[in-house]
């Protein structure tokens, strides 16, 4: 069983470089998520922000420290697995010919998941949660609005149920209607277990409303203000 004292993921010492202009993009990093956090990070735009994020997800690779994983460091034969529990979901999802169910069957088809099968029913249930009706999994992908994709990209998310959500700006270019609508459904996500999340937002409303621990990032420096104090 799991060691509940343990945080989920962790950074520790994480630094990220551009190589080609001899710059840093992200500073030396030490971070811990705790199963039940909600985690903001808001900072100016270029500050570093999805940079952390992205190293984080193990997306890109990093120039020194590392990521672990329940305490035990993530090697790279590790990293499917690790994105299993860990999802990253950007600003602009990626879609697939075909119908929105079309989208949802996706996943299912990659290595990682063959274990598992697409539920229609779960995922009709995930939709319901950000507001849209069951007939929404037989709409064409071509058809969707930028929300409708974004909630799409959520459903596909989260009907594999990661224990972790990284959270790249995801309503940064959707109407109000429609941000509060994913919010909806992360926080549906949330109080299924014990999960946690980290929410890449330039809104501080949407900041305060969707996590209770508020992290800034600056020149690729990440603080957290409240023990700052």
Sequence with gaps: MPNSSVALVAANGIVRRD???GTSLLHPTDFTLDAGQRVSVTGPSGSGKSVFLRSLALLDPCDEGFITWRGERVARTGIPAYRRHVAY??????MLDGSVEDN????FTLKAYRDVRFDRDAAARLAHAAGRDADFLDKPASELSGGEAQIAAFVRVLQLAPDVLLLDE???SLDPASA?????LVRNWF???ARACVWVS???EQARRVATRHLTMTAGVLTDPERAQ
């Excluded at 979901?89 to 990626?94: E, H």
């Excluded at 949802?104 to 996943?107: M, Q």
């Excluded at 509060?180 to 909806?184: D, F, L, Q, V």
Aim: proline share 11%; aromatic share 4%.
């Design 89 to 94: 979901i950007a600003q602009r999802p990626a």
């Design 202 to 204: 330039h809104d501080m």
């Design 170 to 172: 995801p309503t940064a």
């Design 180 to 184: 509060r609508a994913i919010e909806a």
């Design 104 to 107: 949802l069957h996706y996943p």
């Design 19 to 21: 190589a080609a202009r």
């Design 191 to 193: 109080d299924g277990g």
